[in-house]
């Protein structure tokens, strides 16, 4: 079992930056693939960034690719999700979710990949 807690959601003015975190439970971390994920009001929960347990492997959804970084220190068991030049369209919660892939380097990007999940964070861009 992993448990999950995202931090560092908030309001901020377009072209302001946020880190999220993901503070994750357990001793094997390193052995799971984590993903970063949003969902807007009335739209589908989509996978902004996703990275492999190790960290060798990562992906950005191109609506955020160049603006949007993922990285994990395992030694903390913590993901981040470091978002900058934000805009008012990356308004929405925005959840970590994690899946052991024994310590593979694939990332996953769809929700059913997925078995553990954060309570999300809110994220909210003004123009």
């Known amino acids: 079992q992993v448990q999950l807690v995202e931090s560092g959601g908030g309001l901020v003015q377009a072209g302001g930056s946020l880190r999220l975190s993901c503070a994750a439970s357990?001793?094997?971390?390193?052995?799971?693939?984590t993903g970063w994920f949003r969902q807007a009001p009335g739209k589908e929960r989509e996978c902004v960034a996703a990275?492999?347990?190790?960290?060798?492997?990562?992906y950005s959804a191109d609506s955020v690719k160049g603006r949007f970084t993922i990285s994990r220190d395992n030694a903390k068991n913590t993901v981040y999700l470091q978002m900058n030049t934000l805009k008012p369209e990356d308004t929405a919660v925005y959840y970590c979710?994690?899946?052991?892939?024994?310590?593979?380097?694939?990332?996953?990007?769809?929700?059913?990949?997925?078995?553990?999940w954060g309570q999300g964070t809110q994220v909210t861009v003004s123009s």
């Open positions: 357990g001793r094997t971390f390193s052995s799971y693939a």
């Open positions: 979710a994690a899946r052991n892939s024994l310590y593979g380097d694939n990332y996953y990007i769809r929700t059913y990949d997925y078995d553990y």
């Open positions: 990275i492999s347990g190790r960290g060798r492997s990562t």
